[in-house]
């Protein structure tokens, strides 16, 4: 607790750059350059505010800000407690996340609709059979034709942004269909109990904005209850939704190889950056790329590279095998190499330093979407207009080519393989190899049998706290050792993929019986053995894990509180990754994170760390060590026996 208003957390040590993710040299050069990296910014806002950090400020009115201070003030001014605060900050953090899923998703639906009305022409139906299971769980499978499929099944996921009760429907107890498609029977059930089955994505954030202002909801129950909610609609009306239209429309994931870091970017070519999450735009580009590559070579280039970078990264690797160049924290370090001819972002996760940092290179930094940056040229995407936007974005890069300062360029030799390509329908192809009838049935049999302790999801972000330490790989590692598989998504992927941890070779980290288990699976499909960390994909992608969680429940007729499986964040920055934790908590999965900003609220550590368990099964745990999340992981697995 805060003795004194003054801020207490210490100043940081230098970075000992042999320990770290960091290129020295990259870090050195942008000084040179005089760009600007996250890292000084980092050191310039130490110390942090620790009322912050502790979760007890709010600013939700001109009362304050008010604060809760031990010994003084135990209130806000209007009366608030520390953990009426708290609660009222994770409920609003978990709907701002909510909503950054839910505008992707509505955006995918939108696409969808406008291709089975025929309004579009530039996106197609890619995977028909994933479009026929959805119509079929919906009911809408009567149709011929492909089209009213489509069309009945965006029609279906609009209605998960606009379900009135009691205006347009009969009765109450109308809830989302993606939840009701998807979601196991029993937690149906209990969510039903508990209240918090969300009508519309739309309402459930409005409510929780109302809930949170000035003289509403002070029930730190009630509000809590209310963040389970929003997870869940983060989950189904964002996430699953999210990835079931992407799989539709660009096609599901399938076994694939390609390469990651910064190495990745190659000297004689444009490279352009994609950088973002949602490949409706990046799908274009691609495309563009591949058609422009003439006009490129007449520039001098042998021709276009497209990087990923963040979420757009891992979506354009799962599906066509494209480098994965960056993590969220190096994306201004691609721009450092100053071989980047075009950098384009979309939404979420951008940071605004770009445009300081792109300004020291020729790069042209491009904005399309919500997240618009001023020093940066913005081109507004729209469906209609895809092919035009994208083509106009490849010939940008291709005429700055010849702007190129060849005396500036670096670019770190740092590159690793990966596979990729692990949505549910490629894990369950690879297991029915072993089992056709059941597939699952190897898994759960080497589960029982002890050769695997357990699943656990190590996703999320890297946090410029961290320093480049390698929270995230480190835990990995200690995982693998004690025969714990591991799957990821988001910028962790990058990560795990960086430390050579997502191809065969990979098995050198995993304990024999574990080993072993990867080896057969692999043989079995054309592979030496299979990766110990499978990548599932970007971050709406964590929806993958859950529907192969919901699916292990299924076939092993237990509740997923009761599966040896949990989900870690080691290093969570966004309100996206606080919503996505939340949604586990409600499935019931216990959840490492590496802190979060409620530590003087008790009440709200309790109902998280304690009561939570036993009311959905979920439960939150915190440890600030790859040792320490380690062993906490694996107690969970050894309570969580199948
Ligand atoms: O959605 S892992 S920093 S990039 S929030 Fe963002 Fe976090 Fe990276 Fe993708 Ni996810």
């Known amino acids: 607790m805060p003795k004194k208003e003054k801020c207490i957390i210490p100043k940081t040590e230098p970075i000992n750059y042999k320990e770290t993710w960091i290129d020295e040299k990259l870090v050195k050069k942008a000084a040179r350059d005089k760009a600007k990296l996250v890292f000084s910014r980092f050191e310039e806002q130490q110390p942090q505010c620790l009322w912050g950090y502790t979760g007890v400020c709010c600013k939700n009115c001109n009362m304050g800000p008010c604060r809760i201070i031990p010994g003084k003030a135990t209130q806000g001014v209007?009366?608030?407690?520390?953990?009426?605060?708290?609660?009222?900050?994770?409920?609003?953090?978990?709907?701002?996340?909510?909503?950054?899923?839910?505008?992707h998703a509505r955006e995918n639906v939108l696409t969808l609709l406008k291709v089975a009305l025929g309004k579009t022409k530039a996106y197609q139906i890619k995977d028909k059979e994933k479009l026929r299971a959805i119509a079929k769980k919906l009911g809408k499978n009567s149709f011929n034709d492909l089209n009213k499929i489509a069309e009945q099944v965006s029609l279906e996921a609009f209605e998960d942004f606009r379900r009135q009760h009691g205006l347009f429907h009969e009765s109450e107890g109308n809830y989302l269909n993606w939840l009701k498609i998807n979601a196991p029977r029993y937690l149906q059930e209990l969510w039903n109990k508990l209240g918090i089955l969300p009508e519309n994505a739309d309402i459930e954030t409005s409510r929780a904005l109302h809930?949170?202002?000035?003289?509403?909801?002070?029930?730190?129950?009630?509000l809590m209850l209310q963040c389970l909610k929003l997870g869940l609609v983060d989950g189904y009306a964002g996430m699953m939704m999210a990835t079931d239209m992407q799989d539709i429309l660009f096609g599901t994931p399938h076994l694939i190889k390609a390469e990651a870091n910064l190495g990745t970017l190659k000297p004689e070519y444009i490279n352009i950056a994609m950088h973002g999450h949602v490949p409706l735009l990046s799908e274009k580009v691609l495309e563009w790329a591949k058609k422009l590559e003439n006009e490129a070579k007449k520039q001098g280039a042998k021709g276009i590279n497209v990087v990923g970078v963040c979420c757009t990264g891992n979506e354009m690797t799962q599906r066509h095998g494209i480098a994965m160049a960056a993590h969220t924290v190096q994306a201004?370090?691609?721009?450092?190499?100053?071989?980047?001819?075009?950098?384009?972002?979309d939404a979420q996760c951008i940071y605004p330093s770009l445009a300081q940092v792109s300004s020291c290179y020729h790069t042209k930094l491009i904005t399309t979407m919500i997240a618009k940056i001023q020093g940066a040229l913005h081109l507004p995407f729209s469906i209609e207009k895809a092919d035009e936007t994208a083509k106009q974005?490849?010939?940008?890069?291709?005429?700055?080519?010849?702007?190129?300062?060849?005396?500036?360029?670096?670019?770190?030799?740092?590159?690793?393989?990966?596979?990729?390509g692990f949505s549910v329908e490629q894990i369950l192809e690879a297991l029915s190899k072993l089992n056709k009838k059941e597939p699952l049935r190897p898994l759960v049999d080497n589960i029982r049998a002890g050769n695997i302790k357990g699943i656990v999801a190590v996703i999320g972000c890297r946090n410029p706290k961290l320093r480049g330490q390698k929270f995230a790989e480190n835990l990995i590692k200690l995982l693998l050792k004690e025969n714990v598989l591991v799957v990821t998504t988001g910028c962790i992927a990058h990560a795990s993929a960086q430390e050579g941890l997502m191809k065969p070779e990979a098995i050198k980290f995993c304990g024999e019986k574990l080993r072993k288990v990867l080896i057969t699976i692999g043989k079995a499909n054309g592979l030496e053995a299979l990766p110990p960390v499978l990548h599932m994909g970007s971050c709406v992608d964590n929806s993958r894990i859950i529907k192969f969680v919901n699916e292990l429940s299924n076939y092993t007729k237990k509740p997923i509180s009761k599966l040896p499986i949990v989900a870690s964040a080691p290093e969570l920055v966004t309100e996206k990754a606080v919503a996505i934790g939340t949604n586990a908590l409600a499935h019931g999965l216990a959840v490492h994170l590496n802190s979060l900003w409620i530590t003087n609220a008790p009440q709200v550590v309790k109902i998280l760390t304690n009561n939570l368990e036993r009311i959905t099964g979920g439960k939150l745990i915190q440890a600030a060590t790859p040792n320490g999340a380690a062993e906490l992981i694996l107690k969970e697995l050894e309570n969580r026996r199948l």
Request: aromatic letters at 4%; proline letters at 1%; hydrophobic letters at 45%.
């Open 332 to 345: 201004e370090m691609v721009l450092v190499t100053g071989v980047v001819e075009a950098m384009i972002v």
């Open 393 to 420: 974005i490849i010939r940008i890069a291709i005429n700055n080519f010849k702007n190129r300062n060849k005396a500036k360029i670096f670019i770190p030799q740092k590159k690793t393989e990966l596979y990729s």
């Open 211 to 222: 809930a949170t202002t000035m003289g509403n909801d002070a029930s730190v129950e009630s």
């Open 78 to 103: 209007c009366g608030a407690t520390a953990d009426t605060i708290a609660s009222r900050n994770l409920l609003r953090t978990i709907s701002a996340g909510a909503c950054c899923h839910v505008e």
